[in-house]
């Protein structure tokens, strides 16, 4: 018989030194890239994939540095190379310079400033053509940040371990936080463990954590999901120091079907030993109100209380 491989889900099993969790609160691997060559850089992905206040600052920021310098080119190319600049002093002939460059680059043209002579007439003509591929990258950029699907799942800050029908078992809470609408949501989740090999060495160990529900059908409301804690549990027999001692982590993975783009989304989340709470129960995240329609308390998805309190 041959020997069968242990369950990887693609985090690895070896490593050389302690490490930290293996997905970060944000949802992202806690995996860095080095020694790739530069070809393995791609521009577009990066400013993509880059969040909204790197995105306007970079933004921005090429903008004035693209008109800082064409104006410097405008500067150097005389008084008179450009129409309507001359002033008394050379910072404002200089600022003139910046605004005839902001007219071009943005194909405005008041009038009021006008290249003059051919090298002037030549800067401005590439100047607008830079401006034009530039503007129509920055729009294509844009509309894929905005139209690229993504889920906002909200996860109760702590899992727990509360008692449950005859036993107990592992939940935590999730919540849409959007108004759009997600669809047939299917879950998995995996527990982490550090554990020793002979010779002294660690190695990942990992375990899926078979759900009481692992899918509904509709996601309007919170969902609680529930890891029976049985005899067939890789936490069956464990506590919180246990769980701390083997760096345990769960480790979760959403998908759900985006009713408004139309395509698939996934979220991920993982809760660390020292984030779970023992003996604890959820309190309730919704309401009817006055007329009898329900009411979702986004700021309470994780609010719970200890068992007996």
Request: hydrophobic residues 50%; charged residues 15%; proline residues 4%.
């Amino acid at each position: 018989m041959g020997h069968k491989p242990a369950f990887d889900p693609g985090l690895t099993q070896k490593f050389d030194a302690p490490l930290r969790r293996a997905i970060n609160k944000d949802g992202s691997f806690n995996v860095r890239r080095v020694g790739a060559s530069w070809r393995a850089f791609h521009p577009w992905l990066h400013v993509v994939n880059m969040g909204w206040s790197g995105f306007v600052v970079l933004v921005v920021g090429f903008y004035l540095a693209l008109n800082f310098g064409f104006a410097a080119l405008y500067f150097s190319l005389g008084a008179d190379a450009v129409i309507g600049s001359a002033a008394p002093t050379e910072a404002e002939r200089l600022l003139n310079c910046f605004f005839f460059s902001g007219h071009t680059l943005t194909t405005v043209g008041y009038g009021t400033l006008a290249p003059h002579g051919v090298m002037a007439n030549v800067a401005a003509t590439i100047e607008a053509l830079v401006g034009l591929l530039g503007f129509a990258i920055i729009t294509g950029l844009l509309v894929a940040r905005v139209s690229r699907p993504s889920a906002r799942i909200q996860y109760s800050p702590n899992a727990i371990v509360a008692p449950y029908q005859d036993g107990t078992a592992l939940m935590f809470r999730i919540a849409n936080e959007r108004s759009n609408n997600l669809m047939e949501l299917e879950a998995q989740v995996m527990l982490m463990q550090v554990v020793g090999r002979k010779g002294g060495n660690l190695e990942r160990k990992f375990d899926l954590l078979a759900l009481e529900r692992n899918t509904v059908l509709m996601f309007p409301l919170t969902w609680t999901l529930v890891h029976p804690i049985d005899e067939n549990s890789a936490l069956y027999g464990k506590n919180a120091e246990d769980l701390i001692a083997v760096q345990a982590e769960i480790m979760i993975l959403v998908k759900g079907f985006d009713e408004t783009f139309s395509q698939v989304v996934h979220t991920r989340y993982s809760y660390r030993a020292d984030e779970i709470v023992w003996g604890a129960k959820f309190s309730p995240a919704f309401r009817v109100d006055a007329t009898g329609g329900m009411v979702l308390e986004l700021d309470k998805v994780g609010d719970h209380n200890l068992v007996g309190q």
